[in-house]
């Protein structure tokens, strides 16, 4: 009597890394969306008249993720893959950190944050799926 043994491992461990790429890609692409989905959000701060255009603002309180006003922030959130299984969400705009975690003049606006919280469970969901 004679067998062979053959390892399956390799080819199941480029299907864990593919699934495990996409998981990172779908959660960084996830958490963007929600951040900017956050700044649209009605806010609940002062509201007042832009004086350059002259139209009504309502400008985020005080924990609320910023308001919208001329949009950039919010096109500079974007995510980019670091690696095979890493990324980076974030944003380009030099006054993002501010909002986020306050100054000595403003309280903080969070919505960097808060969308990564709010990504874990499912996350954490998606890997346990990857390795059943």
Same mark, same amino acid.
Do not use: C, W
């Given at each position: 009597?004679?067998?062979?043994?053959? /390892?399956?491992?390799?080819?199941?461990?480029?299907?864990?890394?593919? +699934?495990?790429?996409?998981?990172?890609?779908?959660?960084?692409?996830?958490?963007?969306?929600?951040?900017?989905?956050?700044?649209?959000?009605?806010?609940?701060?002062?509201?007042?008249?832009?004086?350059?255009?002259?139209?009504?603002?309502?400008?985020? &309180?005080?924990?609320? /993720? #910023?308001?919208?006003?001329?949009?950039?922030?919010?096109?500079?959130?974007?995510? &980019?893959?670091?690696?095979?299984?890493?990324?980076?969400? @974030?944003?380009?705009?030099?006054?993002?950190?501010?909002?986020?975690?306050?100054?000595? +003049?403003?309280? #903080?606006? #969070?919505?960097?944050? #808060?969308?990564?919280? /709010? &990504?874990?469970?499912?996350?954490?969901? @998606?890997?346990?799926?990857?390795?059943?």
């Amino acid at each position: 009597m004679s067998f062979t043994l053959q /390892s399956n491992l390799p080819n199941l461990t480029r299907q864990v890394e593919k +699934r495990a790429r996409v998981l990172v890609h779908d959660t960084a692409a996830g958490i963007s969306q929600h951040i900017k989905l956050s700044m649209v959000e009605p806010k609940s701060g002062r509201h007042y008249k832009v004086s350059k255009t002259g139209r009504d603002h309502v400008a985020s &309180a005080p924990g609320e /993720s #910023p308001a919208i006003d001329t949009g950039l922030l919010a096109n500079s959130i974007d995510y &980019a893959m670091t690696g095979e299984t890493s990324a980076v969400v @974030g944003s380009g705009a030099e006054y993002a950190i501010h909002l986020e975690f306050g100054t000595v +003049r403003i309280a #903080p606006r #969070p919505f960097l944050q #808060p969308a990564f919280e /709010s &990504a874990v469970s499912e996350f954490e969901k @998606g890997l346990k799926e990857l390795l059943t």
